[in-house]
Nanobody, 118 residues
Framework: QVQLEESGGGLVQPGGSLRLSCAAP????????IGWFRRAPGKEREAIIC??????IQYYSESVKGRFTISRDNGKVYLQINNLKFEDAAVYYC?????????????WGQGTQVTVSS
């Protein structure tokens, strides 16, 4: 069972962009199904998007379509966030799953904080 680590969060102005990374030190994520989630203060965890081990992509959140994309490269999985909005501020997590459609996520990382402020 791989241990995931998220990185790439930070403080960004509205309209800015970030690329978050999900990695498993010592392992490649090339053959893993990976999902991205976020938890904003006072809110429940929200599923955002998933990439399958065959690189199929499934959006869980309609609100992020057009701004959030998922990709994989160099053994990592990335979440590209464009045109950041105040409501995107949250801790972002990645996790593995058997299949995007099953949402059987496990092996959660510690999260990376995204702050949106002008």
């Amino acid at each position: 069972q791989v241990q995931l680590e998220e990185s790439g969060g930070g403080l960004v102005q509205p309209g800015g962009s970030l690329r978050l990374s999900c990695a498993a030190p010592g392992f490649t994520l090339d053959y893993y199904t990976i999902g991205w989630f976020r938890r904003a203060p006072g809110k429940e965890r929200e599923a955002i998007i998933c990439i399958s081990n065959s690189n199929g992509i499934q959006y869980y959140s309609e609100s992020v379509k057009g701004r959030f994309t998922i990709s994989r490269d160099n053994g990592k999985v990335y979440l590209q966030i464009n045109n950041l909005k105040f409501e995107d501020a949250a801790v972002y997590y990645c996790a593995t799953a058997g299949a995007c459609v099953n949402r059987d996520f496990k092996s959660w990382g510690q999260g990376t904080q995204v702050t949106v402020s002008s």
